[in-house]
């Protein structure tokens, strides 16, 4: 069986990754957003109005990306951000500069999930370690309310990625898709039904981890 991984496993197989291997960080967000682009790409949705929901990590680094792939991709796409721009991830500052060259709506707001058609969720990734408040808190409410398909990036907004455990609240995705390897909380209690179909993109899962 392949193996499940906690947030902090990820964490050091991304670390051991990139320090040791010396596979660049933005190297791996491109393979894990072009997964996920493909993967949007490769399903039936309705593509009319993509509204990405990222925050300032590299969750949402990985968030801007699949809205840059999909925008040459032809596709229309907006991102809402959510959160607190202090804590930019330098990726997630790199992703940005790139979207504004292609003219990618970066300041939507949460009133686009309206005409949603498909909304991306990258609030939260393996990274969320607290109880989910405030804007992030809203923001998750309103994609659940919006009636539309959520694809999520690595994990559903929320998900406790080591007990499948709701952090407060979570975003209830279609599909989600994961990087590497599958985590235990996609797996578990209510990680399951707000993961919906979970795929893993350049899925590591038979190998051990250094
Ligand atoms: N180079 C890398 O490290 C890669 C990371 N990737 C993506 O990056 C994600 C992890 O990124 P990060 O470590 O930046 O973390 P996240 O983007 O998951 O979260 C961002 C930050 O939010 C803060 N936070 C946690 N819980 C919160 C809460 N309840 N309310 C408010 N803030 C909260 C934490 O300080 C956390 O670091 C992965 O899930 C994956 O999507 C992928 O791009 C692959 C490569
Ligand atoms: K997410």
Do not use: W
């Not at 197989?13 to 190297?27: A, E, M, Q, R």
């Not at 990306?65 to 721009?85: D, E, F, Q, T, Y």
């Not at 393996?126 to 990036?153: E, H, M, W, Y």
């Amino acid at each position: 069986m392949n193996k499940l991984v906690t947030a902090s496993e990820m964490k050091h197989f991304d670390s051991y990754t990139i320090n040791t291997i010396g596979i660049p960080s933005l190297v791996l967000m491109e393979r894990a957003s072009l997964a996920v682009r493909d993967f949007i790409l490769n399903s039936n949705y309705d593509l009319t109005n993509v509204v990405v929901v990222a925050g300032y990590g590299n969750n949402g680094g990985d968030g801007l990306c699949v809205a840059r792939l999909l925008k040459i991709a032809g596709v229309h796409v907006s991102v809402v951000p959510v959160g607190n721009s202090d804590h930019e991830s330098v990726e997630h500052a790199t992703q940005s500069k790139i979207c504004q060259y292609y003219q990618i709506d970066l300041n939507a707001k949460l009133a686009a999930l309206e005409h949603a058609t498909l909304v991306v969720d990258a609030i939260f990734g393996i990274g969320i370690d607290r109880t989910v408040l405030g804007a992030q808190a809203t923001a998750i409410d309103k994609i659940n309310q919006s009636n539309t398909p959520v694809i999520a990036v690595d994990m559903p907004s929320g998900i406790n990625t080591d007990t499948g455990e709701l952090m407060g609240t979570a975003v209830k995705a279609t599909a989600t898709v994961t990087f590497a390897f599958n985590k235990i909380g996609l797996t578990i209690v209510a990680g399951p039904t707000y993961a919906g179909n979970v795929t893993i993109a350049d899925d590591m899962g038979t190998y051990d981890i250094a």
